[in-house]
């Protein structure tokens, strides 16, 4: 495996710690009804692959499997936590596996925290979006600065003091560094990246978007240019 970790934001990454399958397995998934497969792909496959992706065909892209470590603040995990479909397992239950497991406030004190390098605009047209930049980036770097401070000192004083770690982090803010492991097929993370790096989505949650998309095309660069040019 290549570079399989990408820095993300101040303090964040992705690492991938494994992955199942490689770019035949969509095809060789969807050809398993009449007893066929391959281990290289050829230009039929490859069109095979095309319609596949093209007619929704997407039970074969479900088989190639991801299993990342992500380094994320808070506010952005909430965002990501939404994508419900990870790699489904079972089939017992509407609910597909989620495949979330994180880092515990409850056990680990939080101790990193995301600083923006820019103070984005609110966007006047979109309510949730931003757009540009505020004037004054100086004055709000040390409004957040002097909050970031303070609630830090506030919560390091509340374990001092014996508070339970599981009630003290209910002060901290959502700039919060979370660590999380997510394991999803080829359609869950492309799923998550459509709608995720995309202009309405928020720059963070994108920057992280962005760096999956590199992630899959070095896992699987046929697929994944199959994919997005097609679906
Ligand atoms: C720009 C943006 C703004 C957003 N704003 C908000 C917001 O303000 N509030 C909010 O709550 N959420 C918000 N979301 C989250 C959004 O509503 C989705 O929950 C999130 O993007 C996950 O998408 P998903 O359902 O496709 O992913 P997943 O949950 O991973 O689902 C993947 C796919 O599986 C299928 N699927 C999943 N569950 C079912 C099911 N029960 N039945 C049938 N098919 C299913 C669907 O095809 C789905 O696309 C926002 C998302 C974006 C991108």
């Keep these: 495996m290549a570079n399989l970790r990408k820095n993300i934001l101040d303090k964040g990454f992705i690492q991938v710690i494994g992955y199942l399958g490689s770019d035949v397995i969509p095809v060789n998934a969807a050809r398993v009804s009449f ?19 093209k007619h ?12 990342l470590n992500v380094k994320a603040p808070e506010f952005v995990m909430r965002q990501w936590y939404k994508h419900v479909v990870g790699a489904e397992t079972t089939s017992n239950s509407f609910v597909k596996d989620h495949a979330w497991n994180e880092i515990s ?29 505020i004037e ?3 004055e709000a770097l040390k409004l957040w600065r002097d909050t970031d401070r303070l609630l830090k000192e506030s919560y390091q004083k509340l ?3 014996g508070v339970a770690k599981e009630q003290a982090r209910c002060i901290l803010p959502l700039n919060q560094y979370t660590e999380v492991y997510w394991t999803a097929s080829f359609q869950a993370i492309a799923n998550f990246i459509e709608l995720r790096d ?34």
């Design 105 to 133: 406030g409850r056990y680990v004190p939080v101790a990193e925290y995301y600083e923006p390098v820019i103070f984005r605009k609110q966007s006047k047209d979109n309510k949730q979006a931003s757009e540009g930049q």
């Design 198 to 231: 995309k202009p309405d989505s928020q720059w963070e949650i994108r920057q992280y978007a962005i760096a999956l998309y590199e992630i899959i095309e070095e896992l699987y660069p046929h697929t994944t240019k199959s994919w997005f040019e097609n679906s």
């Design 35 to 53: 007893g066929g497969s391959i281990t290289e792909l050829r230009k039929r496959d490859l069109k095979l692959m095309d319609f596949l992706a």
């Design 56 to 67: 929704k065909h997407h039970s074969p892209f479900r088989h190639q499997t991801v299993c």
């Design 136 to 138: 004054d980036q100086e």
């Design 159 to 161: 374990l001092d003091m």
